[in-house]
């Protein structure tokens, strides 16, 4: 079982739509949760940053973390034609472990 | 602001040729920093860590190199590409600190093999 587990879609929604991502974890030591938008042919931008469970939200964007379920999501309400990207998941267990697991990505296009 | 600058941009080499690949990071000290391939499909793939100047950690077998001469410069290097080096190759870095840091990212250096 991978790690992390991520659809990649292609995910297509009308301009308006409320989309929702997710990922699957597996390591229950994960404390630390992220997602990034990726433009085409651009590095990967950080967009939320969470830790433990819990909601967080910033302006259109919120990311939802449950431990429990080891289920991360990332709701993006009134979605624009330039969220149009690849959303990645990222989570990491602190401590000395200075690296990340990423998510293989989804690719979502928002239609005007 | 922190800034992180990587070049080239776009880049095209013949089988065998060397390979130098510079990331830099403005606005921060002793950063952590990271070498990532993105191919189609398989998502970021690590490649190299740093924690300090001449640490260099590798995490898969190749012929890449990785080397971190200045606290805040990052060199991925090979002697001889393959066809298989071709791909995204992303630098990153984060704050040195307790629990699990976001990494910022650079805009990456597409690498064609011919």
């Known amino acids: 079982q991978k790690e992390v587990e991520q659809d990649p879609g292609p995910l297509s929604v009308p301009e308006g739509a409320i989309v929702s991502l997710n990922c699957t974890y597996s390591?229950?030591?994960?404390?630390?949760f992220m997602w990034y938008r990726q433009y085409s042919r651009k590095g990967p931008e950080l967009l939320m940053y969470?830790?433990?469970?819990g909601n967080k939200e910033d302006g259109r964007f919120t990311a939802q973390v449950d431990k429990s379920s080891k289920y991360i999501s990332l709701f993006i309400r009134d979605s624009q034609p330039s969220d149009s990207a690849t959303y990645l998941c990222a989570t990491g267990a602190g401590g000395s472990n200075y690296k990340l697991t990423f998510g293989k990505g989804t690719l979502l296009t928002v239609n005007p | 602001s922190q800034t992180i600058h990587q070049w080239p941009a776009t880049l095209v080499q013949p089988v065998g040729s060397p390979l130098s690949l510079e990331c830099t990071v403005e606005g921060t000290s002793n950063p952590n920093l990271y070498w990532y391939r993105q191919a189609a499909g398989r998502g970021l793939q690590l490649l190299f860590y740093s924690v300090g100047i001449g640490q260099i950690s590798s995490e898969v077998p190749q012929n890449l190199s990785a080397s971190r001469p200045q606290d805040r410069q990052f060199i991925l290097s090979s002697k001889k590409l393959l066809l298989s080096d071709s791909g995204f190759y992303l630098c990153a870095w984060t704050k040195q600190g307790t629990g699990s840091q976001p990494q910022h990212f650079g805009d990456g250096t597409r690498l064609s093999i011919l």
């Open positions: 390591n229950s030591a994960f404390q630390y």
């Open positions: 969470t830790y433990s469970s």
